[in-house]
C-alpha cells in the first residue's frame, strides 16, 4: 500500500543477474526490429525474432519462476495473469514470425509486418510494465494509488465525439482499469459540486491504467462533462461497481446493444472471443451516426449484424428482427441486451418463450453505487433488488420494467431547472444570508459572585448551587430557514460556570459511562482553569473526534448519566463542555505526539468513525496507516449521514486534516470488495480493520414502495449532505421535496430527515412512529427541536399502502393505528395493528427504519468471515478481531445501526489490541 517498507526485491536479488539490461536491450533490439521492418528487411526481422526467442524467452521462463509466485503470494493476480498471458503471445508470434521467413525470403510480406508490428508493440509494452508496474510492486510499493496521486483529479487522457452529443473518453484511473470485469460500471463526480452518475465500462488497460467509457449528453452534469476536453480532470471516479455479467460457459452468446449500450457489451465480447467462444453482436441506432463501436465489437464477434431504423447502415428494422432470425437459424445459450428500456423489454419478451437466459443491464438512479442509499432499487422477480449492488445485470424475465420506466424519469423536471441557472431552486426555504450569532448567546446564571470566587477551590455545597448552564440555539422561526448549526455553543463564562458544577469524585462513574474512556473530570478541570486548549489535549489523549462527539453523542444516556451531580439535580453538561474545549483546538497546527515508526502497515477499511479512530490511534503508535473508502470525502455517516445544521461538514474535514497531518494516507473512490478484496489488504498489510458501517437500507415491504418521491433516509440524506441538494442547482444533484412529507422511524436518523425536509421547503412534516414517544431511540434535544421547528408525531401510527398518481409521483399513504401489547423480553411492548385506517396526504416519504450491513465484503470472502443474520459481522469481545486472523472490526458493521461515539470506543478497543499483536511480531515483508 502506500508508503515505504522493507522490499521483497532488491536489484541484486532478480530472478537473472543483468535483469534491467536484458530489458534495455530489448528495448534496442526492438527499436532496430521496427526499423527493419519499415525497410522490408527480412534478415534484420529474422535477427530480432531470433534473440527474442533465444534470449528474452529463458528470461521470461525465470521470470515465471521467480517471480510470477511472489505476484500470487501478494495477491496481484490480475497482474500475473496479464504478464503470463503475454509470455504466451509473445512466444506464439515470435515462431509465426520466424516461419514466415526463410534465408532471408518471405512468401507473404505484409502478414510478416502486420505479425512484426504485434509483436514489437507487445514486448515494448510488456517489458514496461514489468520495470515500472511488476518491480515496484514487489519492492514493497503498491498498484493502488493513494490520494497524493489523485488530489488533483482523474486525467483525462483523450476525449472524442463519436456520435451526435456522445463522447468517448479514456481517463487515467488505475484502480478501476485494474479491477474491472465484463459488465461493471463505475461512479465518476466531474467536478467538486456535481451528482456521482453511473457510467459503463467500455473497456480499459490495466498496465497502463486507463480506463475507456462512452457518455451521452443526457443531463446538467452529462453535458458539462461534454465541455470538458483532454487535459483536464474528472473531480472523482470510483469503481468498479456492480457485479460483472454471468456469462454461460458453453454455447453461442448473442450480445445486443441500442445506443451507448455498445460500450456495455464490448467488454463480454472481447473476453469470449479471448476463449475462443462463439459470439453474435446485433447493433442498433436510429441512423448510420448512432451505431457505436461497431468496427471493435465486429472484430470481437464471429459474427456482427448491423440494424438502423432508417437504413442507413446494416439492415433497415429493430434489433429484435434480427434476433428473431438467430433464434430461428441456431441454438442460443445466452441473450444479454444493453440499450433503452423498450428494447431491454422487447428481447426479454421474446426469448421469453424460447426458455433463453436473458440478462439485461439496468441503469437505475444512484447515489453512490455502493448499496447504501437504496435509490437504485428495481423490482425483479416480485423482489427488491439494488442495480448498484445485486446487479447491474438482471434476468430480464423477471425484471419489472413498467417501474423502472415509472422511476427513471423523476429527476427529469430537475435536470431543466438545472440547466437554466436563472430558474428558482425548487422546494428550498428562501435563504436568510449571514447571521451574527453571537447575539444569540446566553449570559451565565447563578446566585455565586462567581467572578470574585476562586471556582477551583469552592465547596461541594456551593457547586451544587450552580444551575445548569443552558446553551443557546438559532431560534426556530430563523432556524428552519439554514443550514447553519442550530446549537451556537457555551460561552467561555458559562462553559466555566458548568465545569465548576463537577464535584470532582474520587471514582468518577462518568469515566466508566464514556465508551472511549475520557477522562472527564481532568478535562473539565482545565477548563475551570480557564485552559480550554489544555483541556482539549486530555480528550484527545482518549478521543481524536472531540469536537463531533461533543455535538452528536448521547451523552445523556452514556457519561452524564452516571454523573453524581444529577442525582440531586441536573448532572453536568459534559457533552456541550467537550464540545467547547474541543473547538478550542479547532484550526490548530498542533499535534499530539507520535511514537518512532515500527515498521508495520495498517489498512483500515472505511473512513467513518470507527476507521478514523483507528487510523488515529495506530499513527501516534508509529504504524503506517491507510484508509480506504468508497466515497470521494472521508468522514463516512458524519459526512452523509448528520445534517450540516447538527454537525457542520467543515468539523468532520478538520478532524480530517489533523490525521492527514499526522501521517494517516487516504485511498478514496476504493470499493473493497471490487477494486481490491480484503484478502488483497491482507498479504500487503500487517492488521487490517473494517469500519464499513451499516449501510444498506432497509424497506417497509409494502404496496406502493415503488412510486417516485419515496427515498430511504440514506438517500435522502446524502443528496443534501455530502452532494448538498441543498444549494441545487449551484450543485447538481437534485431532491424531491413535497409539501407534505411523511417520515417513518423515531430514531435520530428520523430527526434528521425531518428537520431537513423543513429547511428544503417542506409545508408539513409528519413522523409517523409505530410505538410512543417512549420507546422512541431519537435523543430528547432531537426531539425537542424537531417540534419546535413544527415537525408533527403521530406515534402509534405505521403505514400499509401508499398510493399515486398515473404518472408515478406518490399522493397519499395510507396508514394502520396501532395498540401496544405486553412488554417483550426487552422491556419494549410490542406494537400491534388494529382495523382502523388513516390517510395522510403525501408527496415525499422518507425510510428511516435502520441499516443491515452491506454483505459485499463478506461475500468475497466466502464463508470465511464469519457473520450473523443482517450481515453483522462476529468479532471477539475483547479485541475486535473477526474469524479471519489479523482482520477486525468496529462500529456499524458489528451492531448494526448505532452512535458515532459507540462505533469511536469499538474502534479504540480494536487498536489496542492491533498495536498489541503488531508488536509481538516482526514486520512483515510487503
Given amino acids: 500500500m502506500s508508503g515505504s517498507a522493507t522490499p521483497l526485491l532488491t536489484p541484486e536479488k532478480l530472478p537473472a543477474e543483468g535483469w534491467h539490461a536484458t530489458h534495455a536491450e530489448a528495448q534496442e533490439r526492438l527499436a532496430r526490429m521496427a526499423r527493419a521492418l519499415g525497410a522490408s528487411d527480412w534478415k534484420g526481422v529474422d535477427e530480432g525474432a531470433r534473440w527474442i526467442y533465444e534470449v528474452l524467452r529463458p528470461h521470461n521462463e525465470a521470470e515465471e519462476r521467480e517471480l510470477f509466485p511472489l505476484l500470487e503470494e501478494i495477491g496481484a493476480e490480475s497482474l500475473y495473469q496479464r504478464l503470463y498471458e503475454d509470455h504466451r503471445q509473445m512466444w506464439d508470434l515470435t515462431l509465426q514470425l520466424l516461419s514466415g521467413i526463410s534465408d532471408g525470403q518471405v512468401r507473404a510480406p505484409q502478414s510478416v509486418i502486420l ?130 455479467t454471468e456469462l454461460v460457459e458453453e454455447g453461442t452468446i448473442v450480445l445486443m446493444a441500442g445506443g451507448y449500450g455498445s460500450a456495455a457489451i464490448l467488454p463480454a465480447a472481447e473476453f469470449l472471443h479471448e476463449r475462443g467462444r462463439r459470439v453474435i453482436t446485433i447493433l442498433g441506432g436510429r441512423s448510420k451516426e448512432r451505431v457505436l463501436l461497431a468496427e471493435e465489437l465486429g472484430a470481437a464477434s464471429a459474427e456482427l449484424i448491423v440494424t438502423t431504423d432508417d437504413g442507413t447502415l446494416g439492415r433497415q428494422g429493430l434489433v429484435t428482427d434480427a434476433l428473431k432470425d438467430v433464434i430461428a437459424r441456431e441454438p442460443i445459450a445466452e441473450v444479454v441486451a444493453v440499450g433503452p428500456l423498450p428494447m431491454m423489454r422487447a428481447v426479454s419478451e421474446m426469448t421469453k418463450p424460447h426458455g433463453i437466459l436473458t440478462l439485461v443491464s439496468l441503469n437505475a438512479l444512484m447515489v453512490d453505487g455502493t448499496g447504501m442509499c437504496g435509490g437504485c432499487r428495481v423490482s425483479v422477480g416480485g423482489e427488491t433488488k439494488f442495480a448498484c449492488f445485486d446487479g447491474p445485470d438482471f434476468d430480464g424475465h423477471k425484471v419489472d420494467f413498467n417501474m423502472l420506466r415509472m422511476r427513471q424519469d423523476w429527476y427529469k423536471e430537475s435536470e431543466r431547472q438545472a440547466e437554466d441557472p436563472h430558474e428558482c431552486k425548487i422546494g428550498r426555504v428562501a435563504a436568510t444570508g449571514p447571521v451574527d450569532y453571537s447575539k444569540y448567546l446566553n449570559e451565565p446564571v447563578t446566585e455565586l459572585d462567581w467572578q470574585n470566587l476562586d471556582l477551583r477551590g469552592i465547596k461541594p455545597s456551593q ?134 515508526a515500527t515498521g508495520r502497515k495498517v489498512a483500515v477499511v472505511g473512513a467513518g468513525p470507527a476507521g478514523l479512530t483507528v487510523a488515529g490511534e495506530l499513527i501516534k ?134 428537520r431537513a425536509a423543513r429547511r428544503m421547503g417542506a409545508e408539513k412534516v409528519t413522523v409517523v412512529y409505530r410505538r410512543t414517544i417512549k420507546e422512541s431511540t431519537a435523543r430528547k434535544e432531537e426531539l425537542e427541536h424537531a417540534m419546535e421547528e413544527g415537525v408533527e408525531f403521530k406515534f402509534l401510527t405505521t403505514p400499509v399502502q401508499l398510493h399515486g398518481n398515473e404518472k408515478g409521483w406518490m399522493t397519499h399513504a395510507e396508514c394502520a393505528v396501532m395498540e401496544l401489547g405486553e412488554p417483550g423480553p426487552d422491556g419494549r411492548r ?58 477486525f472490526a468496529g462500529g456499524d458493521v458489528i451492531t448494526g445501526g448505532a452512535t458515532v461515539i459507540l462505533a469511536m470506543g469499538q474502534g479504540r478497543r480494536a487498536a489496542a489490541a492491533m498495536h498489541q499483536r503488531l508488536m509481538e511480531v516482526p514486520a512483515a515483508s510487503h
Fill in 115 to 244: 505479425t512484426g508490428q504485434r509483436l514489437v508493440d507487445l514486448v515494448r509494452d510488456h517489458v514496461e510494465a514489468e520495470e515500472e508496474l511488476m518491480l515496484p510492486l514487489l519492492k514493497g510499493k503498491s498498484l493502488y494509488a493513494s490520494d497524493a496521486e489523485t488530489q488533483d483529479g482523474y486525467l483525462i487522457l483523450e476525449k472524442k465525439l463519436i456520435a451526435p452529443e456522445t463522447w468517448s473518453f479514456i481517463v487515467q484511473a488505475p484502480q478501476v482499469a485494474r479491477g474491472r470485469k465484463p459488465g461493471q460500471f463505475f461512479m465518476v463526480a466531474p467536478f467538486p459540486e456535481s451528482e456521482r452518475i453511473p457510467l459503463t465500462l467500455a473497456g480499459g488497460d490495466a498496465r497502463k491504467g486507463y480506463i475507456h467509457f462512452i457518455m451521452q449528453e443526457v443531463g446538467a452534469t452529462t453535458k458539462a462533462m461534454g465541455r470538458l476536453s483532454a487535459g483536464d480532470r474528472l473531480y472523482a471516479v470510483a469503481g468498479p461497481m456492480g457485479s460483472p
Fill in 463 to 596: 457547586k451544587m448551587k450552580i444551575p445548569r448552564q443552558e446553551m443557546a440555539c438559532q431560534p426556530p422561526e430563523l432556524r428552519v430557514c439554514n443550514f447553519d448549526e442550530v446549537s451556537l455553543g457555551l460561552s467561555p463564562e458559562q462553559a466555566k460556570l458548568e465545569a465548576a458544577r463537577c464535584i470532582m469524585c474520587k471514582h468518577p462513574a462518568c469515566i466508566e459511562g464514556c465508551p472511549v474512556s475520557i477522562n472527564i473530570p481532568a478535562f473539565l478541570q482545565e477548563i475551570v482553569n480557564d485552559d480550554p486548549q489544555a483541556a482539549a489535549r486530555i480528550i484527545k489523549e482518549s478521543s481524536s473526534l472531540g469536537s463531533v462527539c461533543g455535538r452528536v453523542c448521547p451523552q445523556e444516556k452514556q457519561c452524564e448519566i452516571k454523573c453524581v451531580v444529577g442525582i440531586k439535580g441536573l448532572p453536568v453538561s459534559i457533552g456541550r463542555l467537550e464540545r467547547y474545549a474541543a473547538d478550542s483546538m479547532l484550526g490548530s497546527e498542533e499535534l499530539p505526539p507520535v511514537e518512532p
Fill in 621 to 754: 503508535k508509529g504504524h503506517q496507516v491507510t484508509v480506504y473508502d468508497a466515497f470521494h470525502k472521508p468522514g463516512g455517516v458524519m459526512l452523509y449521514g448528520i445534517p450540516e445544521f447538527r454537525l457542520p461538514n467543515r468539523i468532520v474535514d478538520q478532524e480530517v486534516h489533523t490525521l492527514r497531518r499526522l501521517g494517516v494516507k487516504f485511498v478514496m473512490n476504493t470499493l473493497v470488495g471490487r477494486s481490491m478484496t480484503l484478502e488483497d489488504l491482507r498479504k500487503e498489510n500487517d492488521a487490517v480493520f473494517m469500519g464499513t458501517g451499516a449501510g444498506l437500507p432497509k424497506m417497509m415491504g409494502i404496496p406502493g414502495e415503488e412510486y417516485k418521491g419515496i427515498y430511504t433516509a440514506n438517500e435522502f440524506l446524502t443528496r443534501i449532505n455530502l452532494m448538498r441538494a441543498d444549494l441545487f442547482p449551484d450543485y447538481t444533484t437534485p431532491v424531491t421535496v413535497g409539501k407534505h412529507v411523511i417520515i417513518v422511524g423515531a430514531g435520530n436518523t428520523a430527526m434528521d430527515a425531518a
Fill in 830 to 887: 410490542s406494537p400491534r395493528m388494529t382495523d382502523e385506517r388513516i390517510v395522510l396526504p403525501c408527496e415525499t416519504l422518507v425510510v428511516a427504519l435502520g441499516f443491515d450491513v452491506n454483505p459485499l465484503i463478506a461475500q468475497t470472502e466466502q464463508g470465511r468471515l464469519k457473520t450473523l443474520k443482517g450481515g453483522v459481522v462476529v468479532v471477539n469481545e475483547e479485541t475486535g478481531e473477526t474469524s479471519l486472523p489479523g482482520v
